[in-house]
């Protein structure tokens, strides 16, 4: 259908064809589909839980199903944040420690300065994917990982090092918290609109949808 394939067909332009034009990836789209659609289904489990959620709510508070389902939201999407380091992220990619070298003690320190919770610095094989020089800090609440992308280990050590500084200040300034908690609020206000518009739709087009409620499933 056209709602599941448009996407799809977004994301081929803007991660695939738009990646190898520009010469910053030489990865097969055999490849670069798998990677999508590990991505897809784990953010899809997610989903699931949360429509399930979604409709046990409206069915037994129909007057304030949509600021519980904000709720909800909000905790599903700390705990995809929080496992996002260990079980969502190795799917797709091998994240190994860092040898010991002076520049892992380094970037340890300016992790501790930071406040970043971490005891190790990992790299994984993004050459695999991408020619881009980058890495990441992930995770929140005590799970980060500091990540250096094996394609930036042979820049000098202080461009690694000020890479893995700019990430890491993210974490500090608390970024990936504030991005939950914008993506709950949008998706509260989203809900609420649904609310609001839920009993206009129902009257105009309930009958050909087969819905006489918000509480029940039909088909268009």
Do not use: C
């Amino acid at each position: 259908s056209l709602h599941a394939a448009l996407p799809v067909s977004v994301e081929v332009w803007a991660s695939f064809i738009r990646y190898r034009a520009f010469g910053f990836s030489e990865q097969p789209f055999a490849g670069w589909l798998q990677n999508y659609a590990i991505g897809w289904a784990s953010t899809a489990v997610f989903y699931a839980v949360g429509l399930v959620a979604l409709m046990a709510l409206i069915r037994r508070m129909p007057r304030t199903w949509f600021v519980w389902a904000g709720a909800v939201y909000l905790a599903l999407a700390l705990i995809y944040t929080i496992a996002t380091p260990s079980l969502i992220e190795p799917l797709t990619d091998s994240y190994t420690p860092l040898p010991n070298s002076a520049l892992k003690r380094e970037i340890l320190v300016q992790a501790h300065v930071a406040g970043v919770p971490a005891d190790n610095v990992y790299t994984d094989d993004a050459s695999r994917q991408s020619r881009r020089l980058n890495g990441h800090v992930s995770g929140t609440f005590g799970t980060a990982r500091i990540t250096i992308d094996d394609t930036a280990l042979a820049s000098p050590p202080s461009e690694v090092k000020a890479l893995a500084a700019h990430e890491m200040g993210h974490y500090a300034m608390g970024h990936p918290f504030e991005m939950v908690l914008m993506a709950s609020l949008i998706a509260t206000f989203g809900f609420s609109l649904i609310a609001w518009l839920e009993p206009p739709l129902l009257r105009r087009a309930g009958r050909r949808w087969g819905l006489a409620s918000a509480t029940q499933t039909g088909s268009i």
